[in-house]
């Protein structure tokens, strides 16, 4: 007879408790029903087995054994993994919606791994009152929640000389579509104060290089979003855990992850102002 050993939530495999008891019980009665009806019918006792796993044994789900749907990188795009690529398997996803472990993922200098419970988003600049947002300031204030699909610039690049692969995953796969969940980047300019002479805003990122990006105040005022949760859920680290700015329709990079610094200015580019916390 087939035996079925259940871990407890922590991984380790428990002594017995009172479910497993439970399930123990059941299962020798399901194996007695099948030896029975094996008896009757001439069926072999399968239905044990049928059994299957317990259920909430896993305290986060994952896809099916059975189902293999990858994200793929190219190990001779870039020098380094410092700098990459992951592309969405984009032929073998169904509907709209890229589930987060597939989201396309591009990264210029690493993956940080952010504390949330010490991150802090600073905007500041050409405004009245500069300020410090914790990742509960930002949860605290009215929430939207949209879906937008986010593209590389560089989306298709690997054709721009001509067919390279026969896969649409290498070819096309730096896009995805999620529900995003965040705060109207709108909320935070008013919150400080824009001034009159506010026209850009730069957005930096966390990660080694700092990305910054500098967009117009017009589209910071539209639609831009400053997110924390991705379908459902908080955002990945490889898509800018805790926060990232979401600029819906515009090209992939000024999506600027794992923000960190807003600053207001009458000009693109860095002033070479600093976040408190950089010391270099
Ligand atoms: N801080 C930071 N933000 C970043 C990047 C980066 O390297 N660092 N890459 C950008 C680029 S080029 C793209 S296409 C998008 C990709 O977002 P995703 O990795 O969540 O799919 O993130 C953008 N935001
Ligand atoms: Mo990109």
Redesign the pocket.
């Known amino acids: 007879m087939r035996t079925m050993d259940f871990p407890d939530h922590d991984g380790r495999a428990s002594e017995p408790n009172a479910s497993r008891r439970t399930l123990d019980r059941r299962t020798a009665l399901l194996q007695m029903a099948a030896v029975s009806g094996a008896v009757g019918l001439g069926a072999p006792a399968t239905a044990a087995a049928d059994l299957g796993r317990g259920a909430g044994m896993a305290g986060y789900g994952r896809p099916s054994s059975f189902v293999q749907i990858q994200r793929r990188s190219l190990d001779w795009l870039t020098a380094t993994r410092e700098s990459g690529i992951s592309f969405a398997p984009i032929h073998a996803l169904k509907g709209a919606i890229t589930p987060n472990g597939l989201?396309?993922?591009?990264?210029?200098?690493g993956v940080p791994d952010v504390d949330p419970a010490t991150f802090q988003l600073l905007v500041h600049g050409a405004v009245d009152r500069p300020l410090v947002f914790t990742l509960g300031d930002l949860m605290r204030l009215p929430s939207v929640t949209a879906i937008h699909f986010?593209?590389?610039?560089g989306n298709g690049g690997l054709e721009w000389r001509g067919p390279q692969f026969n896969a649409a995953q290498f070819t096309r796969g730096?896009l995805?579509c999620s529900e995003w969940t965040g705060v109207r980047l709108s909320t935070l300019l008013d919150a400080v104060g824009v001034r009159d002479d506010a026209k850009w805003v730069l957005a930096e990122?966390?990660?080694a290089?700092r990305?910054t990006r500098s967009i117009p105040i017009d589209k910071a005022m539209d639609d831009a979003l400053i997110c924390y949760a991705q379908n459902g859920e908080p955002l990945r680290a490889?898509?800018?855990f805790p926060v990232?700015l979401l600029n819906p329709g515009w090209?992939?990079?000024t999506?600027?992850?794992?923000l960190r610094r807003l600053e207001i200015g009458d000009q693109p580019g860095i002033t070479g102002k600093r976040h408190p916390n950089t010391r270099i």
Do not use: L, N, T, Y
Not at 255 to 258: F, Q
């Open positions: 989201h396309f993922e591009r990264h210029h200098s986010i593209e590389c610039a730096m995805s990122g966390g990660d290089s990305m490889e898509q800018g990232r090209e992939g990079s999506s600027i992850k794992w």
